[in-house]
Each structure stands twice: as structure tokens, then as C-alpha cells.
């Protein structure tokens, strides 16, 4: 269980940047500059490219989450929150410090050293 922690704190992360990135620099170059301004292009680019990326990336999360939430026999709210956190701007940040106090009281097998 060990590394699927380790991996879902990493997917997490890079999940919760790419859409910073896209719906707070992207999105807003995209659809607040002119058409075919150097800003919209590059705003479009990104949301392109970020998109198609965190789209990804976020399947791979919620298996990742899901399977981990089997394994941890966390809730199912709590289940549904951390699934629905890789499309709510900020939130999976949050999330993922919840996650990481769960595993470490629940868990602390997983964390001792030697």
C-alpha cells in the first residue's frame, strides 16, 4: 500500500497543477484576448496541451485513488471527495494533506522507519 500512497501524493500533485494552469493562465488567455492575439493563441495552446495532459493524468488519479480507497477503506464520501478533487481548481491540494493525515493515523506502519 505503501507505494500506491506514494504514487496517488505524486498524480495528485502534478493533477492539481496542470489545472491550475490551464483554468487560471490558460483559460483566461484563451477567452479573454482577442481572437488570433498572440495571448489567445498561446492561451489556446495551453489549454490544448494541458488539457489533453490533466485529462489523462486525472484517469490515472482516480483509479489510483479508487484503489487506494479500497485498500485504506476509507468512506464513501470521503471516497467521492478525493475522486472529484482533480477537477475542482485547488482543492486536490487540500485533499491530498487529508489523505496524508489519514494514512499516517490510520496507517503508521506504512511510515516507520528502519
Known sequence: MKGLF???RVLAF??????????FIGMPLKYFFDQGTSAQTAGDNIVGLV???HGMLY???VV???LLAAR???SLPFTVLALAAGVIPIL??????QVSHRMHEQHPELF???
Do not use: D, K
Not at 486536490?92 to 494533506?97: K, M, N, S
Open 6 to 8: 506514494s504514487v496517488y
Open 64 to 66: 489510483t485513488a479508487f
Open 92 to 97: 486536490i491540494f487540500w485533499v491530498e494533506r
Open 112 to 114: 516507520a522507519t528502519g
Open 59 to 61: 484517469m490515472v488519479y
Open 51 to 53: 488539457g489533453v495532459t
Open 72 to 74: 485504506a477503506r476509507w
Open 14 to 23: 502534478v493533477v492539481g497543477v496542470l489545472l491550475i494552469v490551464m483554468v
